[in-house]
């Protein structure tokens, strides 16, 4: 087991005890990455409510916006893991409906030149002949060196795509039309080696799309076509 699980375990021992004592509580988890109402605990601000102050979800890893980080249906504070969720896409049909491409990372530019954050994008296009919606996602980020994993699920309400069209889905935390939330204490973020970022993106009754992308280690620029 890792230093950083029994830092966790030594942490939700010690959230839960003093939560007890304020007679706080935990908010619902999330797989959309919504956030929950703020919270005061003896060690600072809680911002998701999930029992866990921000300061020590940074040192975990977790989502202090997001009381579920990895969308499993677990509370941060009650799960033994909360940046590993099992991928619970399970889609029998083999009906193509749409496609996904252009995966990127850290592409620290848009069209237009400005300047925009480090994040994950990319295309999604409707081959069908009916409006997609209701997609969910699975991604997972390994580390390439070490082999450590950490995988999310994620509902991505609002995003559709209409026939013929193909559209571009952001993972950013900018809270934009079609940009989508997700860990900033992920080792997206801070894991200085080089990753793998592999997604599954499903929308109901049609084929799962999967894609994968490298982000090279020391914040180098990624991605393929």
């Not at 939560?19 to 998701?48: F, R, Y």
């Not at 399970?90 to 749409?98: A, H, M, P, R, V």
């Not at 580390?143 to 450590?148: A, F, P, Q």
Request: glycine fraction near 12%.
């Amino acid at each position: 087991m890792s230093n950083k699980i029994y830092t966790f375990m030594f942490i939700t021992i010690l959230s839960a005890l003093l939560l007890t004592a304020c007679g706080g509580g935990k908010a619902p988890a999330s797989s959309s990455g919504s956030t929950s109402s703020s919270a005061s605990t003896a060690n600072g601000t809680d911002t998701d409510g999930d029992g866990i102050p921000d300061s020590a979800e940074k040192v975990l890893g977790t989502d202090p916006n997001n009381a579920d980080t990895d969308g499993d249906g677990q509370n941060d504070l009650d799960d033994p893991n909360p940046t590993m969720a099992d991928n619970p896409i399970q889609e029998s049909s083999t009906t193509q409906g749409f496609t996904i491409s252009g995966l990127l990372v850290e592409n620290n530019e848009d069209a237009d030149g400005a300047g925009v954050p480090d994040h994950l994008e990319f295309k999604v296009a409707n081959t069908g002949s009916a409006d997609l919606t209701t997609f969910d996602i699975y991604y997972t980020i390994t580390d390439k060196d070490t082999g450590d994993v950490q995988g999310y699920y994620r509902t991505l309400p609002g995003f559709t795509v209409k026939p013929g069209e193909t559209k571009d889905i952001h993972f950013d935390n900018t809270d934009q039309p079609d940009h989508f939330s997700w860990n900033p204490n992920s080792a997206f973020f801070n894991d200085p080696n080089g990753l793998t970022v592999a997604v599954t993106l499903h929308a109901p009754g049609l084929a799962p799309q999967s894609g994968a992308v490298d982000k090279d280690p020391a914040g180098a620029e990624g991605g393929i076509e």
